[in-house]
């Protein structure tokens, strides 16, 4: 978990912050549930992003 915080604050949040609450809660949902979880490479998978290692494990142990 501290992990992902270090990511979210060192990658994505602006240096000067977010001018309202609204648009902090959208951009950071957007990079919680869209880029972290669907693009950023991770290196404890290998270098592919969670969903894409969710979805092999699915294939690899015949659930589907």
Same mark, same amino acid.
């Given at each position: 978990?501290? +992990?992902?915080? +270090? ?12 001018? *309202?609450?609204? %648009?902090?809660?959208?951009? @950071? ?8 979880? +669907?693009? +950023?490479?991770?290196?404890? *998978?290998?270098?592919?992003?969670? @969903?894409?290692? %969710? ?10």
């Amino acid at each position: 978990m501290e +992990r992902l915080f +270090r990511s979210l604050k060192s990658e994505w949040i602006p240096a000067l912050g977010y001018r *309202n609450l609204p %648009e902090a809660k959208k951009d @950071v949902g957007g990079y919680l549930m869209d880029y972290y979880n +669907r693009q +950023r490479p991770h290196t404890f *998978n290998d270098g592919i992003p969670p @969903v894409a290692a %969710e979805e092999n494990l699915k294939i690899l142990s015949g659930i589907s």
